[in-house]
């Protein structure tokens, strides 16, 4: 019971950029390796099997969030549940 899921993702592209380097009335051209930052939409497969594990590991790694989510004292914990499975 699987699905393919879209996300954004980044990926960082080596690539070789000529540059022209003169002395006097010599030139010549060296490549240069550049770096290119590329956004894309990548693709995962995500299994219902999988999707519950995660959420068991989420739950017992978070569990001060929930509590604190359900005791009105979110603020409490600061950035540290929002970057969680849901946040408060």
Excluded: I, W
Excluded at 47 to 54: N, S, T
Aim: proline share 2%; with cysteine.
């Amino acid at each position: 019971d699987c699905r393919e899921e879209q996300y954004p993702c980044t990926r960082l592209y080596s690539v070789h950029k000529p540059c022209q380097q003169c002395l006097k009335s010599l030139c010549f051209y060296s490549l240069r390796r550049v770096y290119v930052v590329n956004k894309e939409v990548c693709v995962r497969t995500v299994c219902a099997h999988d999707e519950l594990l995660r959420a068991d590991l989420c739950r017992d790694q978070y569990s001060k969030c929930g509590v604190m989510a359900h005791t009105g004292l979110c603020g409490t914990m600061g950035t540290s549940c929002a970057k969680s499975c849901g946040g408060c």
